[in-house]
């Protein structure tokens, strides 16, 4: 089969043809239709990733239809249209994942190939009313944006949420949960036009975080937030505690713009603050996720499609963070 291979952190992504994967009990054979890129394909082809092995098959998100099916797996699956949870062995603690995690794509072979193998416990029915482009941007960001804002944020109906950095695929798929929910949605963005997109799918306003005062302009705006989904960071992170409602959450999950700064924990502790880690879920979240995305008939934001051969142009693309969504890769 042909796939995208990764042979070292100082070479490009190549397509080769590499073996079929081989099954095993509870695995199916899924052939992809379409693989979306996330954040960590790109940190693990420039070698800064923990446990990154060579070579190897990128790709934690993909969509696609069941070719084969390995023992004590039901047989009429084949043909079935599936996306797939990428969050495999979370354990049994609903509260944090297992040492056994993994997340497909990195230790295990990911969806940018013709085929991937993956237990059939992870395999989902696609929402039918979704592309398969559409569809293959869901997984890794709609089942991170789902535990961030309802299992950690405890989001509701007419909180005021805040998502920093509004652009990339997880906060754009969190600010189209919110609004479902009916929560006020604002954001934030180094750039206008993603303000400006984000305004279309159902953000209240949003703020520049670039202009020196965007603290104070979200303040007064909003008048203050109950729910922070934050996967930035960075400095700006310590003027959060500043804006945020009594009893608010702030949920993190990345630090792409750096660590945590000195906080004023005075703050924090009188208006009762939670400062919340998370990453990705629960197989249980992900099924609740599907279901929710079903319910509201929610459309994740691709922003590129790239032909599978293009693989090494589409991981290039996030260097720049110019991306507003998913960007994909067809097979």
Not at 114 to 126: D, R
Not at 268 to 275: A, D, E, M, N
Not at 306 to 313: M, Q, S, T, V
Request: charged share 20%; with cysteine; glycine share 12%.
């Amino acid at each position: 089969m042909k796939a995208i291979v990764l042979e070292a952190a100082d070479k490009l992504l190549v397509l080769k043809d590499v073996e079929k994967p081989v099954l095993k009990p509870g695995e199916a054979l899924v052939k992809i239709k379409a693989a979306a890129l996330n954040r960590r394909d790109y940190w693990i082809t420039i070698g800064k990733y923990a446990g990154i092995k060579y070579p190897t098959i990128l790709g934690s998100d993909g969509a696609g239809i069941i070719a084969e099916a390995g023992s004590d797996v039901e047989k009429h699956l084949i043909g079935q249209e599936v996306i797939i949870n990428p969050g495999h062995d979370w354990g049994i603690h609903p509260e944090y994942q297992s040492k056994e995690f993994k997340i497909l794509g990195l230790p295990e072979d990911g969806t940018f190939a013709e085929y991937v193998k993956v237990g059939a416990q992870y395999l989902y029915p696609k929402p039918a009313y979704l592309s398969w482009e559409q569809a293959a941007a869901l997984p890794l960001a709609g089942l991170t944006a789902y535990r961030a804002l309802f299992t950690k944020g405890r989001a509701t109906k007419g909180d005021r949420v805040l998502i920093v950095g509004v652009g990339g695929g997880t906060g754009t798929i969190a600010l189209q949960f919110a609004v479902a929910t009916g929560c006020q949605v604002f954001v934030t963005s180094g750039s206008g036009e993603k303000i400006e997109r984000a305004i279309q799918l159902g953000a209240v306003a949003g703020v520049n975080y670039k202009l020196p005062d965007w603290s104070e302009q979200l303040q007064h705006l909003a008048g203050g937030f109950d729910v922070i989904i934050d996967s930035a960071l960075g400095d700006g992170f310590a003027k959060l505690p500043d804006i945020c409602n009594p009893g608010a959450r702030i949920v993190i999950f990345g630090g792409t713009a750096g660590n945590i700064p000195e906080l004023n924990g005075r703050k924090i502790f009188w208006k009762q603050l939670q400062i919340i880690g998370t990453t990705m879920g629960t197989n249980e979240e992900f099924k609740a996720m599907i279901d929710f995305v079903n319910q509201h008939q929610i459309v994740p934001v691709v922003d590129e499609v790239f032909p599978l051969a293009d693989a090494e142009k589409a991981i290039r693309k996030m260097t720049h963070s110019s991306q507003f969504g998913k960007i994909v890769l067809i097979a």
